[in-house]
């Protein structure tokens, strides 16, 4: 049977073995105050990995871990994690936004952080597997106001107890899933990014930087916190040669239309393939809108800025959807992008990409996995 018809097959029985909560935390839940990744559903999956296989598959209470001080993951950092989103739609369908592409890059990320993998198709039929049966354990948890999902966090820990450098020989694979809101909240203010001209978040070449890894989020951390002291919201990072070319911001692929073009830098193994990249341009090309990926100087976005021809910038991903830029520090400036903020081609991204993900616009390019709830 093809993978993506796979999710649209009801499940007679459950797909794993369940091991359901005494008591739902759902009450406690104040959806209306959600923020993003504070609160977790009643259930997770989990599957380990021993003895050269990846087994014991289970769905059981979200809770705590019991893992030992020694374990690889707390030192070494051998761990990848992923993310997308499932959404509630007005006509009571549950959709989930390109699975199949974080199936891919989770597999990617494994690879490069010496995981053992298990053939993609197999990644991908667990993945969707243990989605599916979240969705329909907790779909109480999914939430139903505009703007608002349910995240769903794929994680893999290397578990072997060793202060041995080296590839651990036990993991744990788990998917957690959390009711969420806006990630930068009203999609009208416009998040402010400052240039990082002195710390890199991943090397130029043969870095970890296209993995979704820890290790990569570990060296934003002091950066975003010297950017926000200083009153910007997220790091707009350079490369790290040269520190001149620009690759994204913290959560977000990072795009800039100048002059009638919209400018995004490519994939080189330094910036993570976002899903929502992709999925942007894919619409800009339908649209005719005209697109490069190229390297894209910050000295150019200073220049366009203030010769009038940065017309709008917005950033991309899963958790911030489609995020306009009111604001970019670099060196000692402020500047601030023309209005109006969000721009026209904003916000139709924007509308476009949310109408999709909830059914209220046509899935022309079949991006949407519909989840069957009975
Ligand atoms: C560093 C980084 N870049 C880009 C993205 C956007 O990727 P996606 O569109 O797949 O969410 C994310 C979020 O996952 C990210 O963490």
Same mark, same amino acid.
């Given at each position: ?49 021993? *003895? ?29 994690? *992923? ?7 007005? *006509?009571? +369908?549950? #959709? ?15 690879? %490069? ?8 198709? +197999? ?42 450098? !080296?590839?651990?020989?036990?993991? !744990? ?14 999609? +009208?203010?416009?998040?402010?990014? #400052?240039?990082?001209? %002195? ?106 800025? !203030? ?24 060196? *000692? ?13 904003? !916000? ?27």
């Amino acid at each position: 049977m093809p993978l993506l018809d796979s999710l649209l097959e009801p499940v007679s029985a459950p797909d794993f073995p369940f091991t359901p909560v005494e008591t739902s935390r759902l009450g406690q839940v104040d959806f209306d105050a959600l923020g993003f990744g504070r609160v977790f559903a009643d259930h997770m999956f989990s599957m380990d990995y021993r *003895d050269g296989d990846w087994r014991d598959a289970r769905i059981h209470p979200y809770g705590p871990l019991d893992l030992e001080p020694g374990t690889v993951t707390l030192h070494y950092g051998q761990t990848v994690f *992923d993310g997308f989103k499932a959404f509630q739609g007005e *006509d009571g +369908q549950v #959709r989930v936004f390109r699975p199949d592409r974080n199936a891919q890059r989770l597999h990617d990320s494994c690879r %490069r952080l010496c995981i053992p993998i298990m053939p993609l198709e +197999q990644m991908r039929e667990i993945l969707f597997a243990a989605t599916r049966a979240l969705i329909r354990v907790d779909r109480d948890w999914i939430p139903r106001a505009p703007g608002q999902s349910l995240y769903v966090r794929p994680l893999v820990i290397a578990t072997e107890n060793t202060l041995e450098v !080296r590839a651990a020989d036990a993991y !744990r694979f788990m998917i957690m899933t959390a009711p969420v809101g806006g990630y930068f909240g009203d999609l +009208q203010d416009g998040v402010s990014l #400052r240039v990082e001209e %002195r710390y890199t978040r991943a090397a130029s070449i043969g870095g970890l930087g296209a993995a979704k890894t820890a290790a990569n989020y570990a060296a934003s951390l002091l950066p975003g916190a010297e950017s926000r002291a200083r009153g910007f919201e997220q790091v707009l990072w350079l490369d790290g040669n040269e520190h001149r070319y620009v690759e994204e911001v913290g959560a977000m692929n990072i795009f800039f239309r100048i002059d009638g073009r919209v400018v995004t830098p490519p994939l080189g193994g330094s910036i993570l393939p976002g899903v929502v990249r992709d999925s942007v341009l894919t619409l800009l090309r339908e649209w005719g809108v005209p697109v490069e990926e190229r390297r894209l100087e910050i000295s150019e976005v200073i220049d366009a800025l !203030r010769a009038g021809d940065l017309e709008e910038v917005f950033g991309a991903g899963t958790a911030a959807v489609i995020c306009p830029v009111a604001r970019i520090g670099y060196l *000692d400036a402020t500047h601030s992008i023309a209005p109006p903020v969000p721009g026209e081609l904003t !916000r139709r991204l924007y509308d476009e990409l949310t109408g999709i993900q909830c059914g209220r616009i046509e899935d022309r390019h079949g991006w949407n996995l519909v989840v069957p709830l009975d």
